[in-house]
């Protein structure tokens, strides 16, 4: 099993540029999540998806859109991206029906906005 | 709005002396987890606690969780240099999907 899969690694945006990162998983998981780290910062919740054909705002949603695809697969979405959106964004996913919650992370993305 | 705090956030410890990372949040949650992240890396559960008086341990670490305080604690025994790395809690609210709130985290540097 792969797990949580995250594609690109890294990527260097401009200003106003778009971009599509994509997550996938293959435990099945019902529930997946798309978070942001900041620099001396803990995870901030960005969009979940609490199962296939739902998604719903976090805690920072401005400036991103999300799309879950299918079960395995839940894309995060910059329309315009700005210098703010400079993270590290990770995907995440956990089966929250009759399991303990425990939430599974990708590998990371590291994003640059110049 | 819910609050998620870790002390310390910064933690300088000697191989083999012992230490507790404390999490304190402000909400009302049975469910918390213990994460740790290496430098550039992705986080990797350590534990999982789903009950007031709940304590699990592995090798090193202890983790408690007592619901009626709103505390979790992080235990660490006879440090060594391999558990250098940041140690996030994370508080579940229950809103279909079991969203997580994390804190700031605590940076763990161990000594030889």
């Known amino acids: 099993n792969a797990g949580v899969t995250q594609t690109p690694k890294f990527q260097v945006l401009k200003t106003g540029q778009s971009m599509t990162l994509q997550c996938a998983q293959d435990m099945n998981h019902n529930s997946m999540y798309w978070y942001r780290q900041d620099p001396g910062m803990g995870l901030r919740l960005i969009y979940y998806?609490?199962?296939?054909?739902?998604?719903d705002k976090g805690e920072v949603p401005n400036g991103y859109n999300v799309s879950r695809l299918n079960k395995r697969e839940f894309s995060l979405r910059l329309e315009s991206a700005a210098p703010s959106q400079t993270s590290v964004y990770f995907c995440?996913?956990?089966?929250?029906?009759?399991?303990?919650?425990?939430?599974?992370f990708g590998p990371g993305t590291r994003l640059t906005v110049l | 709005e819910l609050k998620v705090e870790q002390n310390p956030l910064f933690l300088s410890m000697q191989e083999g002396k012992n230490y507790t990372i404390y999490c304190n949040y402000s909400?009302?949650?049975?469910?918390l987890y213990w994460y740790r992240q290496d430098p550039g890396k992705s986080l990797e559960s350590l534990f999982v606690l789903l009950s007031n008086g709940a304590v699990k341990q592995e090798g090193r670490l202890m983790a408690s969780l007592d619901t009626k305080a709103r505390l979790s604690t992080l235990h660490i025994t006879a440090a060594v240099h391999d558990l250098s790395a940041t140690y996030f809690c994370a508080v579940a609210v229950q809103t279909g999907a079991n969203n997580l709130f994390f804190g700031t985290g605590t940076r763990l540097t161990v000594i030889p």
């Open positions: 909400t009302t949650s049975d469910r």
């Open positions: 995440a996913s956990s089966q929250t029906s009759g399991g303990v919650g425990e939430q599974f």
């Open positions: 998806s609490a199962s296939e054909g739902t998604t």
